[in-house]
């Protein structure tokens, strides 16, 4: 993906986010001052778009959506699943897609302290348990990989249980460290498994 073209991504989205009256206003205070940061200044830029102007969706859903626009495509494998359609929250992602995962939570752990990492996976433990719309045996599963690491990683898991699990952490980290930092930490994340072989195939930002 281009420069040009994760730009109009992350333009479209940031348009379908405003309303009328300071669209043009903010998009345009966005190409002067952000546009020409790494990662288009985003956490920066939501920043100061939160204590100028209200916006009806939350900072952390806004940041997750302009990061998908931008970080989703790139390789001929990630362009065409990108181009499709947003995956379903009850498909089923395999070994590849769970690899990706568990680089996806090493990364963003690996950027808290040492002493809130436990923190962040014992929110991800309580959480998950609470969930009663997923199978007893997927949460089991989910559970004892969350115990034993990557060694105890399942065969398959479905993607919106997945997705829960990762906000668990996310949520955790926004409590301990505030939400600037939570996004810089996701943002980071997404970058770095974005570069191992199988985000080809299932890119990190499809489990935020």
């Not at 302009?66 to 089923?92: H, W």
């Not at 990683?153 to 939570?182: D, T």
């Amino acid at each position: 993906m281009s420069l040009k073209d994760r730009k109009n991504a992350f333009l479209t989205v940031l348009a379908a986010n405003l309303d009328k009256g300071v669209r043009e206003e903010v998009m345009n205070f966005w190409e002067e001052k952000y546009s020409s940061r790494p990662q288009f200044g985003v956490s920066a830029f939501l920043d100061e778009l939160y204590s100028k102007y209200s916006i009806p969706i939350k900072k952390g859903q806004l940041f997750r959506e302009l990061s998908r626009a931008t970080m989703s495509a790139g390789g001929s494998a990630r362009a065409e699943r990108s181009n499709a359609l947003e995956p379903d929250a009850a498909e089923i992602i395999d070994k590849n897609g769970l690899v990706v995962y568990q680089a996806l939570q090493d990364e963003f752990t690996a950027l808290a302290k040492p002493a809130d990492r436990m923190k962040i996976t014992r929110a991800q433990f309580d959480g998950i348990q609470q969930q009663n719309q997923y199978d007893s045996s997927s949460i089991r599963n989910v559970m004892e990989w969350l115990r034993g690491g990557a060694r105890a990683m399942p065969n398959r898991a479905e993607l919106g249980l997945l997705r829960k699990l990762f906000n668990l952490g996310y949520v955790e980290s926004c409590q301990l460290y505030g939400p600037v930092k939570a996004d810089q930490m996701l943002n980071t994340a997404l970058q770095k498994t974005n570069n191992i072989p199988e985000a080809h195939i299932t890119p990190p930002v499809y489990f935020i």
